[in-house]
């Protein structure tokens, strides 16, 4: 069964994703309940993660042929129990670095150094939603990671990004990104988003924050909770908001509440069914909300 969806998905989102210009994309999410896992495609790769129990021999070799992939082309990573800052944990092995497009641009990832690749397949759309408002604007990236917003924002004519995050190693990986992309005058920020947003005069036309659902990271002064904190970082968010311009929220906690008592007074729409991916069975991977100044 879990080989025959596969090749069933497989077929249909390869010609899918040639009509899109999409390379990597995700071909299986738990659809049948016996076989917990996910199955993302990257250009010829495979990024296998167990959400429960262990990876078979006998899986591996399943997933191989049923994609008619080489067993090395198979990389895999179990999930049990990730919470919050987990996603960018290193695993101990090294892996490799290689190049993926989406839409036209191109991006580094590595299937096996962290939880994560380097590129969040499920903010696919939103990304492009950001690259299509970014024409003569200034740009803010807040938590950047690798700093995939940034190249849509700047490719979609921004007048000036700046991108912001708390990791070294995170930042670097950014900027491989916009030199890759041919962007060369992008302003990046190494600095906890809290004291950012405290400490900056600047005006801002279009910002997006997809802050992680927890962090206690020992660089940050205290700890970081979404679902506690996300109504006073948007609050500060908004001041930084040039008039007319857009805040785009989004997060991955599954019991997440938007505090609409705090935010009241702010114009904002939910936007996740038009955020998360055609390729995501799992509708809830994220959920987004677009906040107008």
Known sequence: MFANRLRKNAKHLAKWGRRRGISCYRL?????????????YYEGKI??????GELSKETVKAVAEALELPMEAIHLKKR????GDSQYEKTGRIGSDFVVSENGYRFIVNLDAYLDTGLFLDHRNMRKMVGERARGRRFLNLFAYTGSFTVYAAKGGAISTTTVDLSNTYLEWAKRNFDLNGIFNNNNIRIDVNVFLEECRSKYDLIVLDP???SNSKKMTGTFDVQRDHGEMI?????????????????????FKLDEESLSGFDYSEISSQTVPEDFRNRKIHRAWLFKG
Do not use: W
């Open 47 to 52: 990024h296998l993660q167990a959400l429960s």
């Open 235 to 255: 609050r500060s968010c908004m001041k930084l908001l040039a008039p007319g311009g857009e805040l785009f929220f989004s997060n991955n906690l599954k019991s």
């Open 80 to 83: 049990e129990g990730q919470k």
């Open 212 to 214: 992680p659902t927890f």
């Open 28 to 40: 299986y999410d738990r659809d049948i309940p016996e076989f917990p896992f996910v199955v993302d």
